[in-house]
């Protein structure tokens, strides 16, 4: 599967971009999913409803079904995380994975960028990172950049840098 990462620093537009990206992305007929890394403990479960229930009596795994949707929430208790290929190969294939964070993986990513935040650009120090997406075009680096509003722009080097156009 082809996959593309949106990396940055906090408040730099990535969740912004991704479901911008996927809108693009799916309206020209490609079939997308995404994986999201938080830094933070999460719940998509809220307590007193049955599965949460299910959770903190101890159960590792809650499959939750509906004719809408189905989620499988996995606890992992004393296990560590999973690492970035597991968690890919959980994955149904479909045409291109776009990755919020993960930032440390070396798959190919854009770098989101705002100047008012005042952060030093990752790319720098990361050689995966081929694009950046800045409120602000840069002439002092080193990789191609972009507007970071310019979704049809952004989506059109995500799918050539895959091979998908």
Known sequence: M?????????????TGLMERLVSEITKRGFKVSTIKHAHHSFDIDHEGRDSFRHRQAGAS?????????WALMHELRAELEPNFSD??????PVDLILVEGFKKEKHSKLEC????????LIYRSDRSVCLIASDMLMDDVSIPNIDLDDT???ANFILKNQGMI
């Not at 960028?113 to 030093?120: G, L, M, S, T």
């Open 113 to 120: 960028h705002r100047i008012e935040n005042n952060e030093k």
């Open 87 to 92: 968690l890919i190969s959980k994955m149904k």
């Open 152 to 154: 049809v722009g952004i």
């Open 61 to 69: 795994e809650v499959l939750l079904s509906s004719n809408s949707r």
């Open 2 to 14: 082809n996959i593309f990462g949106i990396i940055g620093w906090k408040n730099s537009g990535k």
